[in-house]
Each structure stands twice: as C-alpha cells, then as structure tokens.
C-alpha cells in the first residue's frame, strides 16, 4: 500500500509545482486511462472463457491471475508470482 500512498503523494507534488509555475499537465485525459484499465480488463476475458468451457475453476483465477495482472504485484508480497506454462503447468 505504501508504493501507492507514494506514488500519488508523488503526482500531487507534480501537479503542485506545474499549477504553480503555470504549465499544463501532459498526463493523458481520464477517458484515456479508463480505456487502458479495459484493455488490462479485456484481456482477461479469453483466459475466463477458456476455462469456463474446460470446467476448470473460474472464480480462483479471477483472484489471482487476473488481478495480479491487472493490478500488478501488491506491495508487501511475499513471493514473486508463479511462472506458468501456455498448458497451465509450472514452469
């Protein structure tokens, strides 16, 4: 969580600074980055499906391999992720 907290702390000093010496933020506009957040999104869906038609369990995948890759690794992870195989074994 503190990687985060530091980040926008970090975005918010920026802004800061550019409000104060007058210069526009070349940050893309939200509708941008709500599409990139559909993208990260979509590309989970193929993997979903997949495994639903296979019988194979959805829900705990979700939780993890999906939203380890669309919210990325959690700050104060034990471990790294696991590397899989395109079969779905262990690497």
Do not use: N, W
Not at 37 to 52: A, D, I, S, W
Not at 56 to 67: G, K, L, M, R, W
Not at 71 to 89: K, M, R, S
């Amino acid at each position: 969580m503190m990687p985060y907290l530091l980040s926008a702390g970090a975005g918010i000093l920026v802004g800061v600074i550019y409000a104060l010496i007058g210069v526009r933020s070349p940050a893309p506009p939200t509708i941008a980055l709500i599409g990139l957040l559909g993208m990260l999104v979509g590309e989970q869906v193929v993997p979903v499906v997949k495994r639903l038609i296979a019988g194979e369990p959805v829900v705990a995948f979700i939780q993890t391999d999906c939203a380890r890759h669309v919210l990325g690794q959690q700050a104060g992870a034990d471990q790294p992720p696991a590397v899989t195989t395109p079969d779905g074994g262990k690497a």
